[in-house]
């Protein structure tokens, strides 16, 4: 076999919101680079079209919500040790800030930001991530780096998310367990065809970005990749921007 520092031979990955958008292009990658792949989502149709996607065998397909606490203990109950997590699951609402209700903002901090932090602390009390481990976070450009009108409450989530990335970084170092962050720009993804964007104001903002389009969602997933790969083994803590160059302007 030739050399491949990006292989995920012999490695078992976990992704969240692996039925649409970057989580499911993170699983299908994982999967050609030979990991075998736990991947969740609510959305058992979808999650199923992932699966059959995905290369070789030994792959596991669990429907669960993770914005529940129960879903969450559910899930833990029935996945092996893992070597890499990545959280891919993720909503978004725009509302300008006057109008924000509780609800909706509990909502987006329970899908984004609760669950994916849960889920690591669970997997780690139940010992079911392996030393040399590594945990992925999708946040986003919006809150970090940049912002846009009627998104506080999504960029709020991505900020808390970089955030905490940040302290586990230091605190699981010392079980050789690497966290990291991936800083999306805007993808094509089902979250931003399904907002209140129109597809002409979709293009007026592309022109914007330095390479004067979106990312594809396999784009963001080759990010993921290296950070879930024994090729970032002294990466930790970092927040790797994939935006176009967008946040350079």
Known sequence: MSYNPYSLQEKRILVTGASSGIGRATAIECAKLGAKVIITGRNEERLKETFCELNGDGHLMIIADLSEDSGIQELVKHIPLINGIVHAAGISEMILFQ?????????????????????????????????????????????????????????????????????????????????????????????????????????????????KRYAEPREIALAVIYLLSDASSFTTGASLVVDGGFSLL
């Open 99 to 211: 109008f924000i209700k509780r609800n909706k903002l509990m909502n987006l901090f329970n899908v984004n930001f609760f669950a994916p932090v849960l889920l690591s602390q669970f997997l780690l009390k139940n010992k079911l991530l392996a030393k040399g481990g590594s945990i992925v976070f999708l946040s986003s450009i919006d809150g970090p780096l940049t912002v846009h009108v009627s998104n506080s409450m999504y960029s709020a989530t991505k900020g808390a998310i970089s955030a905490i990335m940040k302290n586990m970084a230091v605190e699981l170092a010392a079980k050789s367990i690497r966290v990291n962050a991936v800083l999306p720009g805007m993808t094509e993804t089902p979250l931003i065809h399904g907002s209140v964007i129109t597809q002409e104001q979709l293009n007026e903002d592309m022109k914007l970005y330095p390479l």
